[in-house]
């Protein structure tokens, strides 16, 4: 992270169980040895893509990393563990959201999710924009 911290990081990724999860899980697990490759924690509003679906026969090409507000507030980060360990919620969102969060930030893309009641948890949910 900044300053040369290190961190552990867990992912978290919530989605329908009518999405097929083995489908998901080949997702987690390719992301995750991107993020490794990387060498770097991913921070809040981090977009990464657009590019292949999420999971096939889905629009949803780009991700977002967020604050795990769907969990309790102790899901955020584990002190447990040195070093500590940071949750991030993996979220699959449409192209033009991952553009929106590069041209506005992610507070702006927050807001709209919040004003459009978007279901993240649905992986074939229409754009918030």
């Known amino acids: 992270m900044s300053a040369g911290r ?13 999405f097929e999860s083995t ?4 997702f ?5 040895e991107f993020v490794v490759e990387e060498h770097r924690a991913l921070r809040r509003g ?5 590019s292949e679906p ?8 780009a ?3 967020a604050i795990p507000v769907l969990h309790d507030e102790r899901l955020r980060t584990f002190d447990g563990t040195r070093p500590p360990t940071i949750f991030a919620w993996i979220v699959p969102i449409h192209e033009e959201e991952a553009d929106y969060v ?5 507070e702006a893309f927050e807001e709209r999710l ?6 993240l948890c649905d992986l074939e949910r229409e754009s918030v924009l």
Do not use: C, K, M
């Open 102 to 106: 590069r041209e506005r930030g992610w």
């Open 54 to 61: 999420v999971i096939p026969g889905i629009r949803l090409n």
């Open 114 to 119: 919040e004003a459009n009641d978007g279901d």
């Open 46 to 50: 981090q977009v990464i893509g657009p």
């Open 6 to 18: 290190d961190v552990r990081q867990e992912f978290i990724f919530a989605a329908y169980d009518r």
């Open 23 to 26: 489908h998901v899980a080949s």
């Open 63 to 65: 991700v977002y990393t």
């Open 28 to 32: 987690l697990q390719t992301f995750a």
